[in-house]
């Protein structure tokens, strides 16, 4: 169960790298509690050698076969399983942005809260994982409905995973991710001409007959113990950008590169830092739109002077007693929404997580 409400700075518009990764992107929803997570999970051994498993919310076991293949159905969000990174992923402990803890390229099955129901299949190697998602796409761009109806939207979501670093004696791991979504979008460069030949007022991705487009992409994610305590992390995602960005956010490129820290170095064994630099882009089409006047689910400023999306972040994470954990977080926001006309934005921030 969970209950998440909010707006969020500028009610969650006008920037495709938004600060919060927490904050609901369709602006004041109900607060009452909901079903997050319902998840049936089968472990299927394809070997008697065991391994320690950390158990969480996910995963319950203690110990897994090393060689298996693990079946989940039910309702849970994709950055759970895929895209997931050790230093760049968990945004109550470490990073806080969206194009940082996701990979932004990637436009995942989700409705308003992030959230979808699909069936997993994943193979589980000692050094090498493969997995594959059938999920739910939602009914209109960013919508809070899931369309079940599989003729009209779906997406399959691919990933594998080699858990090999390419220093000597450190931990390191490469994951490559694919993605083909299937929903009833619209076309950048048709909504465009269907403004430049006056049939509507301004350009409109939404404005056109129920139809079936696909939106495909792919990503790196990447991660490299340098130390003990310092591991140095990247991402790289790519998507058609023809397509209207219709889950995630508005991003069509994106690169990044960043350093995650322990504590224990300076006498602070659970307290955490990190530093990532992240840089934004959009479509030729996509801009385009935007230029003249169109609007997406999260961006739109009448015109547009083009400069891509760049962003610093940094972060402490203290171990302040038991459960308790203050954090400190500022970012810096070039070009947001892709606008040179806009920014810098200056976005300090304070986190409280609490684990009971």
């Known amino acids: 169960m969970e209950s998440a409400s909010g707006n969020g700075l500028g009610d969650g518009l006008g920037i ?13 929803i109900s607060a009452k509690p909901y079903v997050a997570r319902l998840l049936l999970r089968q472990v299927i051994p394809l070997t008697n050698r065991q391994v320690a498993y950390e158990r969480g919310p996910l995963a319950l076991s203690s110990t897994v076969p090393e060689r298996r293949i693990e079946l989940r159905f039910g309702k849970f969000s994709l950055p759970d399983f895929f895209d997931v990174n050790s230093v760049g992923t968990d945004s109550h402990f ?16 989700a409705d308003t809260r992030g959230y979808t129901v699909g069936g997993m299949v994943e193979y589980q190697d ?4 493969l997995r594959f998602v ?7 761009a960013n919508g809070p ?24 004696n450190r931990a390191g791991a490469i994951r490559l991710l694919a993605y083909v979504n299937h929903a009833n979008m619209g076309s ?41 305590w ?12 023809r397509t209207e960005s219709f889950a995630y956010t508005e991003v069509d490129q994106t690169v990044l590169v960043g350093l995650g820290a322990l504590g224990e170095r300076w006498g602070r064994k659970h307290d955490r830092a990190g530093f990532v630099f992240v840089s934004n882009g959009i479509s030729g089409d996509h801009r385009t739109y935007l230029g003249l006047g169109g609007l997406g689910f999260l961006l739109g400023d009448g015109k547009l002077s083009y400069g891509r999306e ?43 997580h609490l684990e009971f």
């Not at 790298?17 to 004041?28: K, T």
């Not at 059938?134 to 209109?140: F, Q, R, S, Y």
């Not at 310092?230 to 950008?241: E, H, I, P, S, Y």
């Open 94 to 109: 470490q990073f806080m942005n969206w194009t940082v803890d996701n990979n932004g390229a990637w436009d995942y099955a």
């Open 16 to 28: 495709a790298g938004f600060p919060d990764l927490d904050i609901v992107r369709a602006g004041a």
């Open 188 to 228: 950048y460069s048709e909504a465009v001409n269907d403004f430049l030949a006056g049939r509507t007022t301004v350009p409109d991705v939404t404005a056109h007959p129920p139809q079936v487009l696909s939106k495909y992409g792919v990503g790196l994610n990447g991660e490299q113990a340098l130390t003990d």
């Open 230 to 241: 310092l591991t140095a992390f990247t991402r790289f995602g790519w998507n058609n950008g």
């Open 134 to 140: 059938e999920a739910l796409m939602p009914t209109v």
């Open 145 to 168: 409905k899931l369309e079940g109806n599989l003729s009209r939207a779906h997406a399959e979501n691919y990933e594998a995973e080699l858990r090999k670093g390419l220093l000597p």
């Open 310 to 352: 760049r962003i610093i972040e940094t972060y402490y994470t203290i171990h302040l007693w038991r459960g308790i954990y203050p954090a400190f977080d500022f970012q810096y926001i070039a070009n947001p929404g892709y606008n040179r006309d806009r920014g810098p934005v200056w976005v300090p921030g304070l986190r409280l």
């Open 126 to 129: 000692h050094s090498w994982a």
